[in-house]
């Protein structure tokens, strides 16, 4: 269950011009589920924070990111792939913990399009994070930045939220064994890795890559709890799991292919 709560919500301003009708409809969809498979207008800036002691955050983080471009590539109606690049930034630090993107690991599609910036330090890294979103030729950015660095403060995570939006470039930023601080991201995950079933053909196999993932902070969804699986194959949208309920999370595939071999703790 989640130890985590939404803020209180921000008074609506001008509330008192608006019919009781319009006030359930704006708090309706204020609090709507999130599921995967589901465009994310509006949120260009996401944060997943996850243990350097395993590979949860990243291949969540990609699992997202592909889910996302599948999804708005369907609602555009696009005959081609997209073929831009996708950004990866890590510091040093977060290099130490969880090791480069394994390139055979991931999706065929992307393998060749990855652009992989390592920093010296969170620094440097939040400098590239910034201009990769104002590039509009990259698809997304995924970065990784450990703990909690001064650098990051804030006035920083606000100029990263404001860059993407202005630009439409998605950031999924991962923060390895980082207390949850003030941010600016409109999505904020706690992610981990969480038991697989075992395969139908071999109990003795390895199962799906699964993770538990907590919504704890959105400005358009409601918090709730999930257990996700990349099984490589589509999307299914699950029923919402409101955070703190007593019933087991809901089982749900994430993300079309995270690769043939997923970046996820297993």
């Given at each position: 269950?989640?130890?985590?709560?939404?803020?209180?919500?921000?008074?609506?301003?001008?509330?008192?011009?608006?019919?009781?009708?319009?006030?359930?409809?704006?708090?309706?969809?204020?609090?709507?589920?999130?599921?995967?498979?589901?465009?994310?207008?509006?949120?260009?800036?996401?944060?997943?924070?996850?243990?350097?002691?395993?590979?949860?955050?990243?291949?969540?983080?990609?699992?997202?990111?592909?889910?996302?471009?599948?999804?708005?590539?369907?609602?555009?109606?696009?005959?081609?792939?997209?073929?831009?690049?996708?950004?990866?930034?890590?510091?040093?630090?977060?290099?130490?913990?969880?090791?480069?993107?394994?390139?055979?690991?991931?999706?065929?599609?992307?393998?060749?399009?990855?652009?992989?910036?390592?920093?010296?330090?969170?620094?440097d890294?939040?400098?590239?994070?910034?201009?990769?979103?104002?590039?509009?030729?990259?698809?997304?950015?995924?970065?990784?930045?450990?703990?909690?660095?001064?650098?990051?403060?804030?006035?920083?995570?606000?100029?990263?939220?404001?860059?993407?939006?202005?630009?439409?470039?998605?950031?999924?930023l991962?923060?390895?064994?980082?207390?949850?601080?003030?941010?600016?991201?409109?999505m904020?995950?706690?992610?981990?890795?969480?038991?697989?079933?075992?395969?139908?053909?071999?109990?003795?196999?390895?199962?799906l890559?699964?993770?538990?993932?907590?919504?704890?902070?959105?400005?358009?969804?409601?918090?709730?709890?999930?257990?996700?699986?990349?099984?490589?194959?589509?999307?299914?949208?699950?029923?919402?799991?409101?955070?703190?309920?007593?019933?087991?999370?809901?089982?749900?595939?994430?993300?079309?292919?995270?690769?043939?071999?997923?970046l996820?703790?297993?």
């Amino acid at each position: 269950m989640s130890r985590f709560a939404m803020n209180p919500s921000r008074p609506i301003p001008f509330a008192h011009t608006l019919s009781p009708g319009q006030l359930a409809s704006l708090s309706a969809a204020r609090h709507r589920s999130w599921q995967p498979g589901q465009t994310l207008r509006g949120t260009r800036h996401s944060e997943i924070f996850a243990s350097g002691a395993e590979a949860s955050g990243a291949g969540f983080a990609l699992a997202l990111a592909l889910d996302d471009l599948a999804t708005r590539a369907e609602e555009a109606g696009a005959e081609t792939d997209d073929r831009r690049a996708v950004l990866w930034v890590q510091d040093r630090t977060a290099l130490k913990l969880t090791g480069r993107p394994y390139r055979p690991g991931l999706p065929e599609s992307l393998r060749h399009r990855l652009i992989h910036v390592l920093t010296e330090n969170a620094q440097d890294a939040l400098f590239a994070l910034e201009e990769g979103v104002r590039c509009r030729e990259l698809a997304c950015v995924i970065g990784e930045v450990a703990g909690n660095p001064r650098a990051l403060d804030f006035t920083a995570s606000r100029r990263l939220t404001l860059a993407a939006e202005r630009h439409g470039v998605a950031l999924w930023l991962v923060r390895l064994d980082a207390a949850h601080d003030l941010s600016s991201a409109r999505m904020r995950w706690e992610v981990g890795s969480a038991p697989s079933d075992a395969p139908p053909w071999n109990a003795a196999a390895p199962g799906l890559p699964t993770w538990r993932a907590v919504l704890f902070r959105s400005r358009s969804h409601a918090p709730g709890q999930w257990i996700m699986y990349d099984d490589g194959t589509g999307r299914i949208a699950p029923a919402a799991q409101p955070s703190g309920a007593a019933a087991a999370a809901n089982p749900v595939a994430v993300a079309g292919a995270a690769g043939d071999r997923s970046l996820a703790a297993r």
